[in-house]
T-cell receptor, first 112, second 111 residues
Framework: NAGVTQTPKFRVLKTGQSMTLLCAQD?????MYWYRQDPGMGLRLIHY???????AKGEVPDGYNVSRLKKQNFLLGLESAAPSQTSVYFC???????????FGDGTRLSIL | AQRVTQPEKLLSVFKGAPVELKCNYS??????LFWYVQYSRQRLQLLLR??SRESIKGFTADLNKGETSFHLKKPFAQEEDSAMYYC?????????????FGTGTRLQVTL
C-alpha cells in the first residue's frame, strides 16, 4: 500500500516547455488535491477534484490545468512553464470531505 | 474569507524547554483544525486534529473559539521535534472540502 505517489520527484524545465505531473493513490479516495509550496507562503491550493471526471479551481489555478480521468490518478499540467512556477508541488487525497488529507512526497520543479 | 495565521516563521528553543507554536484562524463557520508536520525531506503528515483531542508525540492543541486560536504545545522539546509545522483549517464548500494552510513555523530544537 503505497498511499499517494508523485512522479517525477525532480524536474528542471526551460521557460515555455510543457510537462505533466502525475499523482496516483491506491486508497480508493474520492477527493484529490494539488498544492504548491513556496517559502514564506505555506501551501496553496491549485486545483482539486471531488471525483472521477470532475475538477475545480483552487486558490492559485492560473497557468495550470488538471484532469481526473481515472479515480486513482490526478494529473497537473503546465502548458507553458514560467519561472514563477518554480516550486514544490504536493498532491493529497482523502476519502471523506472532512477527513485529514494524505500527502505525497512532493515534486520539486525548477523553471529556468 | 477564511484565513490561518502563524505569526512566527522560526521558533528556536532549547531541548527540554516548553514549546508553543501559535495559530490563529478567521472563519465564519464551525472550524475544523489540524496541525501538520513536515520533517526534513519528508512528506507532510498529520500531527493532530482538534476533534480527536489526543496527544501525539507529546504535542497537544486546544481549540479556543473565543480567541480563534489553535496553538500547538509541548511541555519538553526534543531534538527530533525539529521540523516545519503547519496549521490548517478545513472548510466544506458544497460537496467538497478544502484546506487553508498557514505559512508555517519552523521549529528548531537545539542542545
Amino acid at each position: 500500500n503505497a498511499g499517494v505517489t508523485q512522479t517525477p520527484k525532480f524536474r528542471v524545465l526551460k521557460t515555455g516547455q510543457s510537462m505533466t505531473l502525475l499523482c496516483a493513490q491506491d486508497m480508493n479516495h474520492e477527493y484529490m488535491y494539488w498544492y504548491r509550496q513556496d517559502p514564506g507562503m505555506g501551501l496553496r491550493l491549485i486545483h482539486y477534484s471531488v471525483g472521477e471526471g470532475t475538477t475545480a479551481k483552487g486558490e492559485v489555478p492560473d497557468g495550470y490545468n488538471v484532469s481526473r480521468l481515472k479515480k486513482q490518478n490526478f494529473l497537473l499540467g503546465l502548458e507553458s512553464a514560467a519561472p514563477s512556477q518554480t516550486s514544490v508541488y504536493f498532491c493529497a487525497s482523502v476519502q471523506g470531505a472532512m477527513q485529514p488529507q494524505h500527502f505525497g512526497d512532493g515534486t520539486r520543479l525548477s523553471i529556468l | 474569507a477564511q484565513r490561518v495565521t502563524q505569526p512566527e516563521k522560526l521558533l528556536s528553543v532549547f531541548k527540554g524547554a516548553p514549546v508553543e507554536l501559535k495559530c490563529n484562524y478567521s472563519y465564519s463557520g464551525s472550524p475544523e483544525l489540524f496541525w501538520y508536520v513536515q520533517y526534513s525531506r519528508q512528506r507532510l503528515q498529520l500531527l493532530l486534529r482538534h476533534i480527536s483531542r489526543e496527544s501525539i508525540k507529546g504535542f497537544t492543541a486546544d481549540l479556543n473559539k473565543g480567541e480563534t486560536s489553535f496553538h500547538l504545545k509541548k511541555p519538553f522539546a526534543q531534538e527530533e521535534d525539529s521540523a516545519m509545522y503547519y496549521c490548517a483549517l478545513l472548510i466544506r464548500t458544497g460537496t467538497a472540502s478544502k484546506l487553508t494552510f498557514g505559512t508555517g513555523t519552523r521549529l528548531q530544537v537545539t542542545l
